[in-house]
């Protein structure tokens, strides 16, 4: 009994905090920020499979995020795909992507893994530079967002809960995947790999297994994240944002299922609102600097890991979690 009820509480916890989510656009939350902090999110969790539990660094996931973004604008603005399909589109390119690079990338470990992924990730940059369906330096502008089952995704309320169905999907694999005999091969893999070899796992085809699935939801993420803003530019591909997706699972918390989504939160919030905040500081202090703070976004990220690499070395919910389990186990040591 007690195992079933411990098996149940994380899934109430998680449906009282999608519903939550649920409720915000109608507490006056702005729908189109919160979606996009729900795709970054899922961007997030997607590589933190790859990184968290399974032990692989990649600086390419960016190449992951772009390929969806440019395959599922392109199905629904040239193709005129409807939203389901086009999604789907770019999830499937993603994936197909994930599966080229990862055959090459899986063949070396460690920071030569990371290399080759952003070398790879790279070059694909320069393709959506130089190939006319992406637009060059203009990006995809315009995409339609369609209708759905009859529901007008011009709507962003009706898109919003499409974008919230998705991304509950998306988390709802990862949950699946961790908590399965698959996702404990895959953290036998981080812990010890060539333990996990002597048992008799074929450590490199599930590497791939995982990494292709971090692909596509990756993917996943970058083609929502096209039907909410409308437009793939360039961005969605570069290697910062490879590098934005490590700090977001680094600062709420790597290997851990909440962790990524805080991150995002507070990352994609400061992006949004460090303006306003530098705005508020100037008027309280009277310094006329703070009013240039929206303008240095990634000085204020980069203070931001250095803080947490310092002080927070297991994230926002890695460090609430080991103080939760602190205090249980000095109340267990009280009681004995």
């Not at 793939?232 to 700090?247: E, F, H, P, R």
Request: charged residues 10%.
């Amino acid at each position: 009994m007690s195992s079933a009820a411990s098996s149940r509480n994380p899934l109430l916890g998680y449906g009282a905090l999608f519903l939550a989510i649920a409720m915000l656009p109608l507490l006056g939350f702005y729908p189109i920020f919160i979606m996009k902090v729900l795709c970054y999110a899922l961007f997030a969790c997607a590589f933190n499979l790859l990184v968290g539990f399974t032990g692989l660094l990649s600086f390419g996931h960016a190449a992951f995020l772009g390929t969806a973004a440019y395959g599922a604008g392109h199905a629904l603005k040239i193709w005129g795909l409807p939203a389901p399909l086009g999604i789907l589109f770019g999830t499937g390119a993603a994936a197909l992507m994930g599966l080229v690079i990862g055959l090459l990338a899986i063949r070396r470990t460690g920071i030569y893994f990371s290399m080759i992924t952003l070398a790879l990730s790279q070059m694909l940059f320069f393709f959506f530079l130089q190939a006319p369906f992406t637009g060059g330096e203009d990006g995809l502008q315009s995409v339609p967002r369609g209708n759905f089952l009859g529901f007008d995704l011009s709507r962003d309320l009706n898109l919003y809960y499409l974008v919230l169905a998705i991304f509950i999907g998306g988390f709802w694999m990862i949950y699946r995947t961790v908590n399965s005999p698959f996702g404990q091969v895959l953290t036998s893999i981080r812990e010890n790999e060539a333990r996990a070899t002597s048992l008799g796992y074929d450590v490199d085809r599930f590497k791939l297994l995982a990494f292709v699935l971090s692909a596509a939801l990756a993917g996943l993420a970058g083609a929502t994240k096209t039907l909410v803003l409308g437009f793939a530019t360039l961005t969605d591909a570069v290697w910062t944002t490879s590098g934005l997706v490590i700090l977001m699972t680094l600062v709420g918390g790597m290997g851990t299922l909440l962790g990524p989504m805080v991150g995002a939160l507070i990352i994609i919030s400061l992006e949004n609102k460090i303006g306003d905040l530098g705005k508020a500081l100037a008027d309280m202090t009277g310094v006329a600097w703070f009013n240039g703070l929206g303008e240095s976004v990634s000085l204020v990220t980069g203070l931001i890991f250095i803080v947490c690499v310092l002080a927070f070395r297991r994230g926002v919910v890695g460090e609430a979690i080991a103080l939760r389990d602190r205090l249980l186990q000095r109340s267990t040591d009280k009681q004995s």
